[in-house]
């Protein structure tokens, strides 16, 4: 099993935006739901958002609804998260991470079996 690879990471400035992507490969991308968790500094791992293995269905953190989008393509096997409006607390690393097969949306990490390695992303003010 291979895990999944995100990307996109960096340092931006507060109100700017960032894409970060999420590569898998070695299982049916398409059939699995998605979902994105972040770890700030000093803090527990924090749901961020997530999407049904079709993509019809979303959900996410109270802190991040209105301001990020998840996204997938099934073709490119990618998992994308955009990122608008951002602000210094949004600074974490960020992971996506491998849900159920068929599933639809779930904050639990314990419904989450492979993850990334995280992409560091940092919002200055």
């Known amino acids: 099993q291979v895990q999944p690879v995100e990307s996109g990471g960096g340092l931006v400035q507060a109100g700017g935006s960032l894409r970060l992507s999420c590569a898998t490969s070695g299982r049916p991308f398409s059939t699995y739901a998605m979902g994105w968790f972040r770890q700030g500094p000093g803090k527990e791992r924090e749901f961020v958002a997530a999407?049904?293995?079709?993509?019809?269905?979303?959900k996410y953190g109270d802190s991040v609804k209105g301001r990020f989008t998840i996204s997938r393509d099934n073709v490119k096997n990618t998992l994308y998260l955009q990122m608008n409006t951002l602000k210094p607390e949004d600074t974490a690393v960020y992971y996506c991470?491998?849900?159920?097969?068929?599933?639809?949306?779930?904050?639990?990490?314990?419904?989450?079996?492979?993850w990334g390695q995280g992409t560091q992303v940092t919002v200055s003010s």
């Open positions: 991470a491998q849900g159920l097969k068929y599933g639809l949306t779930s904050e639990s990490m314990t419904d989450y079996n492979y």
């Open positions: 999407i049904s293995w079709r993509g019809t269905s979303t």
